[in-house]
C-alpha cells in the first residue's frame, strides 16, 4: 500500500477529531488562482506560512500599538501584539477543537494593513482618501493585492475572509475567525493596560473595582479569566461568545480604556505631529506618483494616484514615516545636501 503524504493525514486527524463546526481544510472554497497542494502542509498551514514570511509581516515590529516608537523595549508593537492575538486564538481555538492552522492564519495576517502610528494614522488617512480607509481593509489589500511585488499571495478565502472581518461587530463566515476576532479584543485592552502601566498613564488601583472584581487583578489573571468563559460557553456551540456578566465588564474595561489610556493626553501628545506627517506624505505622493515603485506603481494604473499614495504610506513603518518626511520636508545642511 502507497504511504499516505503528512498532510492528507493530518486532513483526516483533522476531520476524525476536530468539532463538527471546525473548518476543514480539505473543505476550504480554495484561493483564487488553483496550487498545486503542498505534500506536507494543509492549505491553511501553508496560508499561515506565506503570511509569517512576507515583508509587511516583517515590518510590523516597527509599527505603533499605543505609544509611539517605543524608546522603552518592553512596549508592545504591532508585531507583539499580533503574536500575542496569535497565542490567544490558539488557545481558544484548541480548547474548541476548532481548526488552529486556520485561527493562526488569521490572525497573524489581520493588522498587516495598519498603517504607521496606529489609529492616528489610520484616521488620518480616512479622511484623506476619497472612500475612506480602514485597516481591516487595507489587510485584505495586502494579501490580496500587494505582497510578493503586486501579485497578491493567493491565500484561501477562509483566511482572506477571516483578515477582512476581525473587527468587532463584522461576522467572519468560520467560527475561527470569530476566534480571533474576540482574540483580539482580549489581547489589546489586557496588553494596552499592562503597558498604560509602564508608561505611568495608569495604575492599577485605577482600573474599576467592579471588574478587577470579576476579571482578576493582574494581567494574567484578567486573561485567563476571559479565555476560560468563552471556552465555557461556546465548547459545542455554533458560535464564540463571553458569557452576559463577564462581557459587561470586558466592555467597562474597554471603555475605561478609551477613556483614560486611548484618550490620554500623554498617550496621545504625539498625535497631531503624527497626523501631520501623514497629511504631507499623502499629498505629496497623490502629485509626485511617479516615485512610487514595485508593487504600488502597479496599482496606481488601476486604482488611481490616492489609492496608491495610501498603499504606499499604510505600509511604512513609523521611522520610515519620519525619515521619509525629513528627506522631503525638512532642509538638509548644505553639507549633506548633495547625498
Ligand atoms: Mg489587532
Not at 468563559?229 to 464564540?240: A, K, L
Amino acid at each position: 500500500m502507497e504511504q499516505e503524504n503528512p498532510r492528507t493525514y493530518y486532513e483526516r486527524i483533522q476531520a476524525e477529531t476536530l468539532s463538527p463546526y471546525a473548518m476543514l481544510s480539505q473543505n476550504s472554497r480554495g484561493r483564487e488562482r488553483p496550487l498545486e497542494p503542498c505534500q506536507i502542509r494543509t492549505d491553511f498551514s501553508r496560508d499561515r506560512d506565506r503570511i509569517l514570511h512576507c515583508k509587511s509581516f516583517r515590518r510590523l515590529k516597527h509599527k505603533t500599538q499605543v505609544f509611539f516608537s517605543p524608546q522603552g523595549d518592553h512596549y508592545r508593537t504591532r508585531l507583539t501584539h499580533t503574536l500575542e492575538v496569535s497565542q490567544i486564538a490558539r488557545t481558544i481555538a484548541r480548547a474548541l477543537r476548532l481548526n488552529e492552522d486556520l485561527t493562526e492564519a488569521i490572525a497573524l495576517g489581520h493588522d498587516l494593513g495598519h498603517t504607521p502610528f496606529g489609529h492616528s494614522g489610520e484616521e488620518m488617512l480616512d479622511t484623506l482618501l476619497p472612500g475612506g480607509f480602514e485597516h481591516n481593509e487595507q489587510s485584505l489589500r495586502v494579501v490580496e493585492k500587494l505582497e510578493y511585488d503586486g501579485q497578491g499571495m493567493n491565500l484561501t478565502y477562509e483566511v482572506r475572509d477571516g483578515i477582512v472581518n476581525h473587527k468587532k461587530d463584522a461576522s467572519p463566515c468560520t467560527l475561527e475567525g470569530r476566534v480571533v476576532s474576540i482574540a483580539d479584543r482580549i489581547a489589546y485592552v489586557n496588553h494596552d493596560i499592562d503597558d498604560a502601566i509602564r508608561a505611568g498613564v495608569l495604575q492599577e488601583r485605577d482600573i474599576p473595582e467592579a471588574c478587577t472584581r470579576a476579571l482578576g487583578d493582574t494581567h494574567g489573571k484578567r486573561i485567563n479569566t476571559m479565555i476560560l468563559d468563552v471556552v465555557e460557553q461556546s465548547f459545542s456551540q455554533p458560535y464564540i461568545r463571553m458569557s452576559e456578566p463577564i462581557r459587561e465588564r470586558f466592555d467597562e474595561l474597554r471603555a475605561f480604556m478609551f477613556e483614560n489610556v486611548y484618550h490620554n493626553p500623554i498617550a496621545k501628545s504625539q498625535e497631531q505631529k503624527a497626523e501631520r506627517v501623514i497629511e504631507e506624505l499623502f499629498n505629496y505622493y497623490r502629485t509626485h506618483a511617479e516615485e512610487l515603485t514595485g508593487e504600488y506603481r502597479k496599482y496606481l494604473e488601476i486604482d488611481g494616484p490616492e489609492r496608491a499614495a495610501a498603499d504606499y504610506i499604510a505600509g511604512m513603518t513609523d521611522n520610515f514615516a519620519v525619515r521619509d518626511y525629513e528627506r522631503l520636508f525638512v532642509p538638509k545642511s548644505w553639507m549633506d545636501a548633495g547625498n
